[in-house]
Nanobody
Framework: QVQLVESGGGLVQAGDSLRLSCAASGRTFTGYTMGWFRQAPGKEREFVAAITWGGTNTWYADSVKGRFTNSGDNAKNTVYLQMNSLKPEDTAVYYC?????????????????????WGQGTQVTVSS
């Protein structure tokens, strides 16, 4: 059974950094694309970033470009989201997701409906 477990969330101040981890288990994820989405209270779930397993391609939402970085460790079956220069508007529950597609286009990578597996989420709160 595929399982995605996020960790690394917390309460930080504006300008601080956090690194989220997504530990994947239950199968081999070669050929998958791993995505990060977030959902703030009262808002729709939105795309944050995605990376193909192995790191060949990455995508970022405009709101996080230049501040967030996707990476992965194949040996640990884990992907990471390094978040720098955090802002109060980054406050949300962050979800890790996996898509059975090794080469999505930009639109596909950014759409939650295309992802097959989801983690339970981790809360990130940024105070001003």
């Amino acid at each position: 059974q595929v399982q995605l477990v996020e960790s690394g969330g917390g309460l930080v101040q504006a300008g601080d950094s956090l690194r989220l981890s997504c530990a994947a288990s239950g199968r081999t994820f070669t050929g998958y694309t791993m995505g990060w989405f977030r959902q703030a209270p009262g808002k729709e779930r939105e795309f944050v970033a995605a990376i193909t397993w192995g790191g060949t391609n990455t995508w970022y939402a405009d709101s996080v470009k230049g501040r967030f970085t996707n990476s992965g460790d194949n040996a640990k079956n884990t992907v990471y989201l390094q978040m720098n220069s955090l802002k109060p508007e980054d406050t949300a529950v962050y979800y890790c997701a996996a898509m059975r597609n090794s080469s999505p286009n930009t639109v596909q990578a950014g759409q939650a409906v295309n992802y097959d597996y989801w983690g339970q989420g981790t809360q990130v709160t940024v105070s001003s």
